[in-house]
């Protein structure tokens, strides 16, 4: 899986369709086509099976999960102290040095307050149990509206951090209950990662899209599943990964979040 430092830049914007033109592009002789190369039913042992068929996209057959009542119900139990945390930072200041994503009060026109800051419970995994993404009420970054700007689990009774954004660190919810990731380690290099929570301590990669003009001038486009190495990518054209780019970036959807004044009405 490629690995982008917390201290470089790691998610480029995600309306940049090509991070960087070129006029080199690899032929159809050098890799075959994102198509070709998508999981067929008997893959490798490594895709995610929770919630998932085997290429990766979720399977929701109704089984196991909450309703919306339901799992705000639940939400609102098991996240509380997450939520009490973020209504203190809300109406008291944020801490700086906290594990939150610092787009909550960072480059903003003010740090956000309790209508500011949103929380939506969603099934990641189709368990039935509720996972909590927090967010903006209203866009506070007008080119990257729908960050997850923070993204907390349940696993066996404790609380745990699974993703965090920043400006080049970016996760988006997509309608699969799959969540995108785009990163950036500057000018020549950007991915997007297809990630599943499988109810373990961390994300999995089930596909990832690099262009990586840095190390690969001639062919920078490159695909992958399931975390593989850079070097053992397949090459895709421009126009394939260009096309997979337009694909993923379109599928992602607006988190509804609710504001945490009305979390802090009943508590």
């Known amino acids: 899986m490629l690995t982008i430092s917390v201290s470089v830049a790691i998610i480029a ?33 490594d895709t995610p099976e929770a919630g998932t068929d085997p290429s990766g996209e979720r399977e929701n057959d109704g089984e196991g999960t909450a309703s919306g009542t339901d799992m705000d119900a639940a939400g609102r139990e098991l996240f509380k102290e997450v939520l009490d945390r973020y ?23 003010g740090a956000m307050g309790l209508d500011d800051v949103g929380y939506y419970f969603c ?17 506070a970054y007008a080119e990257w509206p729908d960050i997850a700007y923070d993204v907390y689990a349940s696993v066996d009774g404790e609380i745990i951090h699974l993703a965090t954004s920043w400006e080049r660190n970016r996760y988006y919810l ?12 500057g000018a020549g290099i950007t991915s997007w990662e297809k990630l599943m929570w499988d109810g373990g301590d961390s994300l999995k990669t089930v596909k990832e899209l690099v262009y990586d003009y840095d190390d690969y001038p001639d062919s920078p486009w490159l695909y992958g599943e399931n975390g593989i ?22 599928d992602y959807t607006r ?10 009405k009943v508590v």
Request: charged residues 25%.
């Open 13 to 45: 914007g995600c309306g940049t369709k090509k991070p960087l033109q070129t006029d080199n592009s690899v032929s159809s002789e050098q890799g075959s086509s994102v198509d070709q190369m998508e999981p067929s039913s008997d893959y490798s042992e």
């Open 174 to 185: 997509c309608p699969d209950s799959s969540l995108l990731l785009t990163g950036s380690g």
């Open 229 to 250: 190495e850079l070097s053992e990518m397949q090459h895709l054209t421009e126009e394939e990964g260009t096309k997979l780019l337009d694909e993923w970036e379109n």
């Open 87 to 109: 209504c203190d930072y809300a109406t008291n200041g944020w801490d700086e040095d906290g594990e939150e994503s610092y787009m909550f009060w960072h480059n903003t026109d």
């Open 123 to 139: 099934d990641l995994n189709n368990d039935g149990t509720p996972e909590l993404i927090m967010g903006s009420v209203e866009p």
């Open 255 to 264: 988190i509804p979040v609710m504001p945490l004044r009305e979390y802090a």
